[in-house]
């Protein structure tokens, strides 16, 4: 069986499809441009000097330093920034090309990729303006910083008692001073955790880790994998002293945010098992303006009813056996669908006693 099989009748995005790269580049277009403009953006602000001019003192008027987490000793990253960003992107695109062993269609691997990349950007851009226009001292600040103020000797600053110094009084490296006044946020853990984080939830999609079956304990192992892998990626930035605690917690937010959104964007759930594995359909764009709907659907949109064709990369629990239907649970998406569904005819109906998720 061919790696992406052909079908003429349905658009380029099921399983079984004809992939058509144009169609696909057309409906896309304006995401690669945006994403394209966002790098850049985040790029020229990465290079661009702090903004603010931060104030910090040195010593007390007794000679005692005042700030000794910012006096650590300038060392080599454990875990450079390129490096952090080459895990978050390649080991997420590994597993989707993997993946498609079963998937088998171009367009869920190209969309899956651009959902990846959405989070990357997104997260990278939010934090290079927060390093920007915020910052914060690095650990070492001290040690890159050089400041020509001497202990014991009657502070020359600005503020109360005169404590106060800003980075004229830096005898470092400029490139060096520059770099330790942007400590917030990490950008090691954005990056980290908004690749990471979207493959865990792509692995519990794909694989239906959290489901409505006790699935493989290997399942289980493989999704937390990448959550290890931020973590540890994020945690070595407070062993090598490039950043404080909450310079990594920070990092771990956006990041987190930006992934658990970007995913959502490109598939249908992102915990319910049923539809967390069913991309999202698009069937219009500034450059494709006349409805490319998929075959079989009226609708531009995903009308959460689970199509025999639209399985995940595991086959336990009922998923390719022609049992993918699921009712629900009372409040989701799909009693809310069947409740339109059914009309004017439920009103007529007695009410019923209200129930929970265990249809008590």
Partial sequence: MP???????????????????????????????????????????????????????VYFQDGEVVYPQ??????????????????????????????????????????????????LITAAVFQVFLKWLIGGLRPHFYAVCQPNVQANVAPFGT????????????TGDKDQIDDSLESFPSGHSTAAWAGLFYLALYINAQLKVMSAHNSAYWKMILMFSPLLGATLISGALTIDEFH??????????????????????????????RFNHVL??????????????????????????????????????????GKEAFN??????????????????ARNRPAEAPTNADGV
């Fill in 70 to 119: 910012f006096a650590y000793p300038l060392r080599k990253e454990i875990i450079p920034i390129y490096a952090a960003a080459l895990i978050a992107f390649l080991v997420p695109f590994f597993f989707f090309t993997v993946f498609q062993v079963r998937r088998r269609s171009l367009n869920d691997w190209l969309t899956t990729t651009m959902g990846l990349l959405k989070s």
């Fill in 280 to 321: 999202l359909p698009r069937s219009t764009s500034l450059f494709h303006r006349n409805p490319f709907l998929v075959a079989g659907m009226q609708s531009p949109f995903f009308t959460y009813h689970v199509a025999t064709e639209d399985l995940p990369v595991t086959r336990e629990g009922g998923w390719g056996w």
């Fill in 159 to 170: 503020g109360f008692a005169s404590l106060m110094y800003d980075r004229s009084v830096c």
């Fill in 3 to 57: 790696l992406f099989t052909n079908n003429k009748n349905t658009q380029a995005g099921g399983r079984g499809d004809h992939f058509r790269l144009g169609v696909w580049l057309r409906l896309h277009g304006v995401d690669l441009i945006t994403m394209a403009l966002m790098g850049a953006l985040g790029l020229g602000i990465y290079e661009a000097p702090p903004a603010p001019s931060r104030s910090f003192p």
């Fill in 244 to 273: 404080n605690w909450y310079d990594v917690l920070a990092g771990a937010i956006i990041g987190t945010c930006t992934a658990l959104v970007a995913f959502r964007q490109t598939f249908a759930a992102v915990f319910d098992f």
């Fill in 328 to 345: 629900g649970a009372p409040g989701d998406a799909t009693v809310l669908m069947r409740g339109r569904q059914q009309g004017s005819g």
